[in-house]
Structures are given as structure tokens and as C-alpha cells.
């Protein structure tokens, strides 16, 4: 498939192209994890307002890429340890006791590895920021004092890797919104690798090897200009 052999570890795992596949889901239980972000954090309104639609995209029309809500949970697939995990988290406390619950897939990571992903988890949800001096100092002002009180535990999702903010900075640069999307999923289409679980492929960010050797014609047919193309080979190369 893909013109690349098939290829079976002692886990288990397919290797079938770009799409790694655990045929026996049912024979494994993924690991759990727990950790407690800074107060206030509303994971829910976070999470939905992370992997919503754009404004200009009709709901119905969006498709997601990398992120995913899935029955009140979040699914990511990530590099971990040169390997693809899918972390899929979800909230377990409160708004002003907040904890967060994690899981990987596959099972079985390595201590060093396992530590690693909920690492990157701790990142993307932004578990460090702490809100409460920026609350203090807009509370100062009765509107924005009425928005904080709105929105209050609202927090960014982040890329996983600071290498990933950098190539979809890129991408987006003097361009509209929908578009960027559209050449990122072609991005990560093209060089990314999935994570297939329950019946559904999560993606992967392409690896910055991948992109080095990635030739100018085909980022160039994926309607990245030239100047994006050489400068994302740059980074790649400087992040492999």
C-alpha cells in the first residue's frame, strides 16, 4: 500500500503507509493520567471553543484536522519519543478545582516516553498560565471586569510543539483564514501520519525530517508559494 511494505511490531501495530493501525483495540487498555491545572480553568469551554468551526465555515461544512472533540473528551495525535500517541483528555473537577484526566494509545509507553506525553498535554491545554493577576487587573475596568466574569477559566489550546506554531505561522501568513486551512490539511495529508482508534484516523503533524526532504514542486503543488516552501525546509531542517 503506498508502495511501502507492510510492517508488524511486537505490539502489534500495522504499518500501512502513513495510518498506523492496532487491529485488536479491544485487547488493549490505554494508560491513565491525572494532573491539575492552574485555577481558575474551564476545560469544557476551552476544549469546545478550541476544536469549534471558524466563524466564516458553515458548521455543518467543517471537518476537523487536528483537533477533535469526541463524546466530551479531546483527541490530539502527537509526537512523542519519534513515535505517533494519540492523547485524548477530559475534565474531572471544577472550574475553581480544576483536574484534568488523560489517556495515550497505544498502551504500554516506556516511562520516559509516557512522562513526555503528559508533558505536551500539560502544554496544548496551557495547564501553567495563571489567569488570576490578569483578573485582578481588569477588574479595573467594569467592561472588560463583566467579560472576564463571562468567560471566566477561558484558556487557549496550544501546538503541541513550538515547531508546529512556527510551520502554520507560515502557512497563514498573508492569507485568509479558510485557505490556510485548506493548505495545511493538504500539509498533513500528503507528509503527517494518523492514528487509526475506534474507527476514526487522527492525524499527526508531519515530522520535521519529512519536511526537510520534501521537494519544492510538490509544496509548491500543494499551493504553498515558494518563498513559504524554502522557508519551511529551513525550519524543518533546523528542527530535525
Not at 466563524?55 to 476537523?64: A, D
Not at 489567569?131 to 484558556?155: M, N, P, T, V
Request: hydrophobic residues 40%; glycine residues 8%; proline residues 7%.
Amino acid at each position: 500500500m503506498n508502495g511501502q511494505p507492510e510492517r508488524k511490531s511486537r505490539r502489534g501495530v500495522w504499518t500501512l503507509g502513513p495510518v498506523l493501525i492496532w487491529p485488536c483495540e479491544a485487547a488493549f487498555q490505554a494508560m491513565e493520567f491525572s494532573f491539575r491545572p492552574r485555577a481558575p480553568y474551564d476545560f469544557g469551554r476551552s476544549m469546545k471553543f478550541g476544536t469549534a468551526p471558524p466563524l466564516s465555515q458553515r458548521p455543518e461544512l467543517f471537518v476537523p484536522l487536528l483537533d477533535h472533540y469526541v463524546g466530551g473528551e479531546y483527541r490530539r495525535a502527537i509526537w512523542v519519543s519519534e513515535q505517533p500517541v494519540l492523547l485524548r483528555l477530559r475534565a474531572a473537577g471544577t472550574v475553581e478545582r480544576p483536574v484534568i484526566e488523560g489517556a495515550t494509545w497505544p498502551e504500554r509507553l516506556d516511562a520516559a516516553t509516557q512522562a513526555e506525553a503528559e508533558s505536551v498535554a500539560r502544554r496544548i491545554v496551557d495547564a501553567e498560565t495563571n489567569l488570576g493577576e490578569f483578573y485582578r487587573l481588569i477588574r479595573r475596568d467594569r467592561h472588560l471586569a463583566r467579560l472576564a466574569d463571562a468567560f471566566r477559566g477561558l484558556k487557549i489550546f496550544r501546538s503541541p510543539s513550538l515547531y508546529e506554531s512556527l510551520v502554520c505561522s507560515v502557512l497563514e501568513q498573508q492569507v485568509n483564514f479558510n485557505f490556510a486551512g485548506q493548505v495545511k490539511a493538504a500539509l498533513v495529508a500528503r507528509y503527517g501520519t494518523g492514528i487509526e482508534f475506534q474507527g476514526a484516523s487522527y492525524p499527526a503533524f508531519p515530522r520535521p525530517e519529512r519536511l526537510t526532504c520534501a521537494p519544492l514542486e510538490e509544496l509548491r503543488g500543494l499551493k504553498i508559494s515558494g518563498q513559504k516552501a524554502a522557508c519551511i525546509r529551513g525550519l524543518s531542517a533546523a528542527a530535525a
